[in-house]
């Protein structure tokens, strides 16, 4: 079996009485409403993670989250955060690959590549996002394209550590967008990576690995979306940032 996951991804939202306030309310609605076996994960940003973390510290169920990471150990790189100082904090997973980190931060499968071993090493688990922009998916050229995202950032890795790694697809076209992949797409894409990772690391792998939809993702389709045989739960941005709405995704499986 799987690991189901649905991990809310803040962005760069909520100030510090906003962020504790969401974050007590998924924690009281999680231990109130939660009753399967979904590992929930809150990626904030990264000035909140200790205090956000103080208060997940009663509920095991309910992993703390980064959005991003530098790929260097330690050194000169003024306004940067590490691995180190992530996992040193209680961060257990780290969102790596976002596109709009690969737009406006100009983040290439080389550089996650650097980002992916760290996080690893560090003893966290990287989110890995990947997806197409709407232009790409017209050319057709989107299997081809995601799945290179995935050879070219994770395929170095033994099969053992790909055992950490979260797999995320974001249609680029469906972020923040409102206009959300239909369940066919997703599972298509999803069984498309699936057998991708199959063909590098075998079947027993592939069928382990988590992997989340992402892309204007909200209580009216999650149903739907977690449906899929591939499609093992969500990276939610808008819908995160309400705990009802967030919540209510969590329960959609
Ligand atoms: P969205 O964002 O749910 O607001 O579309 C998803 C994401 O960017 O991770």
Redesign the pocket.
Known sequence: MRQKIVAG?W?MNKTRDEALALTSEIVNMVRDEVRGDVQVVVCVPFVYLTSVGKLLETQSNISLGAQNCHQKASGAFTGEISAAMLQSVGTQYVILG?S?RRQYFGESNELLKDKVNIVLENGMKPIFCCGETLEQREQGIHFDLVCNQLTESLFHLTPEQFANVVIAY?PIW????GKTATSDQAQEMHAKLRAHIASKYGAAVADATSILY????NPGNARELFGQSDVDGG?????SLKSRDFLDIIKSF
């Open positions: 991804n962005k976002h709009e974001e469906a972020i923040g967008t992402g892309g204007s993702a990276l939610i941005g808008g819908a």
